[in-house]
């Protein structure tokens, strides 16, 4: 079936430095991509979104890029901090359905 | 400013068991959700509700039933608790805009053990 999955299971990086998350996606039909970030025990947080008729976005040091022709999200962190360290979430949704598909999570960890 | 409530935290309960998760918001969104979180995996759709009365089923309903009791509160009920239900329940709740973009705003998660 349809599913959003992600390339790298762990990801190490060094403070200060940038940090990319890669997703691959299959549903071309999905209307947005979202990223979420979710700390030791605790809920999921939405970080940002991209609507598939857009390439990049930009937020506060996070970048969303969208590549359809390939199906590959990747969520761009600058300057990477020690409160960066959690999981990270890809997911999709098609307007309407109201059924959010989460992929399976890459862990950030930031090294001081 | 609460979001998204759950209640409990924590539960054990024994097989065969049945308990009721609840879940409360106060941001007057619409849409709720139930997700299930299983070690190295992603969130899992339970049941999900578009609108206070409606209910349908997600990717794994087998097991749970739920209520949208009114616009504010959506649970989640185990009739007969099994071990492959043991996880971390999340509730979620969106707006109107929330509902077509995919944001959602989530509790802090029900860490369910089923002996």
């Known amino acids: 079936g349809e599913s959003v999955g992600l390339h790298l299971p762990t990801l190490s990086v060094q403070e200060g430095d940038n940090s990319i998350i890669n997703c691959a996606y299959s549903n071309s039909a999905s209307d947005y991509f979202i990223w979420y970030k979710q700390e030791s025990g605790k809920g999921p947080q939405f970080i940002i979104d991209i609507r598939s008729n857009m390439d990049k976005r930009q937020g506060q040091r996070v970048t969303v890029l969208l590549n359809k022709t390939v199906k590959h999200l990747s969520l761009q962190i600058a300057a990477t901090q020690p409160g960066d360290s959690a999981v990270y979430f890809c997911a999709e949704n098609i307007r309407g359905y109201q059924k959010v598909t989460f992929g399976t999570g890459t862990k950030l960890q930031v090294i001081p | 400013n609460a979001g998204v409530t759950q209640t409990p935290k924590f539960q054990v309960l024994k097989t065969g068991q049945s308990m009721t998760l609840q879940c409360a918001q106060d941001?007057?969104?619409?849409?709720m959700y139930w997700y299930r979180q299983d070690p190295g995996m992603g969130l899992r759709l339970i049941y999900y509700?578009?609108?206070?009365?409606?209910?349908d089923k997600g990717e794994v309903p087998n097991g749970y039933n739920v209520s949208r009791l009114n616009k504010r509160e959506f649970s989640l009920r185990l009739e007969s608790a099994a071990p492959s239900q043991t996880s971390v329940y999340f509730c979620a709740s969106s707006g109107a805009s929330g509902g077509a973009t995919g944001e959602l705003f989530f509790g802090e998660g029900s860490r369910l053990t089923v002996l």
């Open positions: 509700s578009a609108s206070e009365g409606t209910t």
């Open positions: 941001m007057n969104h619409n849409s």
